[in-house]
Structures are given as structure tokens and as C-alpha cells.
């Protein structure tokens, strides 16, 4: 199994320009998310995915969208980007539906995005 | 609200022990984790504890969880140069969903 997987590992953009991000899993997990990580903000919740076909937002959705209709993939959209999307960006995946499951998540390596 | 504080900063000399603590603010997270983030990579489960428990050892790691006062805490044992990464906190008050405090970065001195 590759695990989570992520491209482009490094991205620059101009701001205004549109992207997607993608990061796919070959382990069935039901559950994705993605992740932005700040300095001295740790990472904050951008959006998830139950399963193909239900996204929802997570803390910080503005400006960005997701769509998965296929358990493997679970793309992000920059529409427009801006400077303060510059940031690190981190998919994770993990299978248990059930409250409270102790099933890990499994992150990708990142992508480094920066706008200009 | 959900919100997970960390100290932003922990030294300690190899072979000490290093300890980073955590408070959260939501209750009703049935598991408490810790994450250990190397430099340039993604995050890698370290442990967890369930929130029924007061203390989880897994070798030269020991995790303590005060439910009354909403504090978590991770021991490392005998740290070593390798330990040296940021560690993060997080809480998971629902499916899918980790709350995130803002990293620990810990510097282990030879």
C-alpha cells in the first residue's frame, strides 16, 4: 500500500490563479480530511468526507472546495487563490464511522503552497 | 467551544526526560491523541488514551490524562536526539474531526 498520497509537493501561485490539490489513499478508508498547518497554529480543519458523494466543512472552509466521488480521492480546489492561503497543506484518511474511534489517521506528506 | 493549548517549547538534554503538556477544552472527546510531526514530513500517531483512563504507558512513553482538570500530558523516557520533532495534542469531539493544539516543539541537547 502506498498509503495517503499528495501532489504537487511544492506549488507557487500568483494570486488570483486556481489549483487543485490531490491526495488519494489506497487503504478503503471511509474517512478524509484536509488540513492546513500555520505556524503556531497547529493544524485546523479545512474539510472532510464521510464517505463518496458527503463532504462538510471543517474550521476554515472559506475560499476552498472539495468534492469525492470515489473512496480513493479527495481533491481541494483553491478558486481564487491568496496570500493567506500560503500554507502547509496535509489530506488524511481513516476508515471507522463509529463516535470516538480510536482509528488512526493516516496523513499524507504535505504540500507546500505559496501565493505570491 | 473545541480548543487544545500547548507550550509552544520544551528543551532537555539526551537522556532526561522530556514531559509536554496539554489542556482541552471539550468534554466529550471519547479519545485524547498524540502526533509527532519530524521535520518536513506529515504527522505520525504516536499514542492515544481513552478518556475512561488516567494513565497509558507504551514503553519509554507514558501518557497521563486528568478528566477533572481537562489536562493531558506525554512523558518521554530517556529522551533521545531522534525524539527531537514538534508534538502535537488533539482531541476528537466527533468522527473524522481532530481538534489540534498548536505544537510543542521539543529540542533535545546532547
Known amino acids: 500500500n502506498a498509503g495517503v498520497t499528495q501532489t504537487p509537493k511544492f506549488q507557487v501561485l500568483k494570486t488570483g490563479q486556481s489549483m487543485t490539490l490531490q491526495c488519494a489513499q489506497d487503504?478503503?478508508?471511509?474517512?478524509m480530511s484536509w488540513y492546513r498547518q500555520d505556524p503556531g497554529m497547529g493544524l485546523r480543519l479545512i474539510h472532510y468526507?464521510?464517505?463518496?458523494?458527503?463532504?462538510d466543512q471543517g474550521e476554515v472552509p472559506n475560499g476552498y472546495n472539495v468534492s469525492r466521488s470515489t473512496t480513493e480521492d479527495f481533491p481541494l480546489r483553491l478558486l481564487s487563490a491568496a496570500p493567506s492561503q500560503t500554507s502547509v497543506y496535509f489530506c488524511?484518511?481513516?476508515?471507522?464511522?463509529?463516535?470516538?474511534?480510536?482509528?488512526?489517521?493516516?496523513f499524507g506528506p504535505g504540500t507546500r503552497l505559496t501565493v505570491l | 467551544g473545541e480548543d487544545v493549548e500547548q507550550s509552544l517549547f520544551l528543551s532537555v538534554r539526551e537522556g532526561d526526560s522530556s514531559v509536554i503538556n496539554c489542556t482541552y477544552t471539550?468534554?466529550?472527546?471519547?479519545?485524547l491523541y498524540w502526533y509527532k510531526q519530524e521535520p518536513g514530513a506529515g504527522l505520525q500517531l504516536l499514542t492515544y488514551?481513552?478518556?475512561?483512563?488516567d494513565m497509558k504507558q507504551d514503553q519509554r512513553l507514558t501518557v497521563l490524562l486528568n478528566k477533572k482538570d481537562k489536562h493531558l500530558s506525554l512523558r518521554i523516557a530517556d529522551t533521545q536526539t531522534g525524539d527531537s520533532a514538534i508534538y502535537f495534542c488533539?482531541?476528537?469531539?466527533?468522527?473524522?474531526?481532530?481538534?489540534f493544539g498548536q505544537g510543542t516543539t521539543l529540542q533535545v541537547k546532547p
Open positions: 487503504m478503503n478508508h471511509e474517512y
Open positions: 488514551i481513552f478518556s475512561n483512563m
Open positions: 471539550d468534554s466529550s472527546s471519547t479519545y
Open positions: 488524511a484518511s481513516s476508515y471507522s464511522k463509529l463516535a470516538g474511534s480510536t482509528d488512526t489517521q493516516y
Open positions: 468526507s464521510v464517505g463518496a458523494g458527503i463532504t
Open positions: 488533539a482531541e476528537s469531539p466527533y468522527t473524522g474531526k481532530l481538534i
